[in-house]
């Protein structure tokens, strides 16, 4: 049995042979173009498999997705906004192999339950703070996709007195506020000129004012929101991976304080918020564990 995985973001797209353990075998990450996202994946997918026969392909992608219908139309994909049937494609392109669709928040979390910082928690929301804010959720040792698999997309949850325009068309999306390219653009708008979010975490740890309320604005809606999913569903872990998650004190600080300041609760009084251990190719694995392991 040869295992293939997939993952589908905005910025990037990785695939990779999957091992029986869920470790990777020679990864390959490509940008992923502003057209043609489907020729690309295509030649990914063709490129990791070789001549091997394929029998199980994992693919996460960015939502949202419908996990029944096997369709995407991620928010940060132009092309495939409209809804895309990617795993028709793939089907197509390795007609000998069983297919299966997670969300990429999905993905992450089952790998960090697996391998990573929730191992030996069975329940646990995994959250993905980069361009985008995104979220999978883990019960019972299993993926829990929901109704249509974006059960845990915690990005378009509702921050409080935030007017901030999301890329899915409402306004105030945890997703706007608190992403990396959110937090940027708040900053921007108050007279920050920096160009990255890296630099923007950089000047918040040197005290740059409008930086550090950049973060801090970040960090606190981060915390409630964790706060509140925790209340929801009933999880005591919340990992957290993702580019704009390295931030460092000047983001995790008021997070952190936040997310104590509102999980008042008794079932919450052991609320704990941890770093995603397994890093870039951590959604990749996910998804090639849950074609292994049909999660």
Known sequence: MTALALDVGGTKMAAARVRPDGGLDDPV??????????????SLLRKVAGDAPITR????????????AGTVGPLNIAEWCGGFPLVDSVRTLLPEASVRLVLDGAAAAY??????????????????????????????????????????????MVVPDA?????????????????????????????????????????????????????????????RAFASAAALL???????????????????????????????LSFLHDLRLVRAELGVLG????????ALDDA
């Open 111 to 156: 790998a960090e339950h697996r391998l990573g910082a929730g191992r030996g928690v069975p329940d646990l929301l995994a959250v993905v703070v980069s361009t985008g804010v995104g979220g999978g959720l883990i019960r019972g040792g299993r993926i829990d996709g929901g109704r249509t698999g974006n059960a845990g997309h915690i990005g378009h």
């Open 29 to 42: 990450t490509v940008p992923t173009p502003a057209s043609g996202v489907w020729e690309a994946c295509a």
């Open 283 to 290: 959604t990749l694995s996910g998804a090639g564990l849950a």
């Open 57 to 68: 392909v994992g693919i996460a992608s960015a939502g949202p997705v419908d996990a029944v």
């Open 163 to 223: 007017d901030d325009r999301c890329g899915c068309g409402a306004t105030g999306c945890l997703e706007a506020v608190a992403s990396g390219s959110g937090a940027l653009r708040w900053a921007r708008a108050n007279g920050w000129s920096g160009a990255t979010g890296a630099d923007l975490a950089v000047d918040a740890e040197l005290g740059e004012p409008t930086a550090a309320a950049a973060l801090d604005r970040a960090g606190v809606a981060l915390g």
């Open 234 to 264: 009933d999880v005591d872990l919340v990992v957290i991976g993702g580019g704009f998650a390295q931030s460092g004190p000047a983001l995790w600080t008021p997070m952190t304080t936040s997310a104590a300041a509102h999980a008042r």
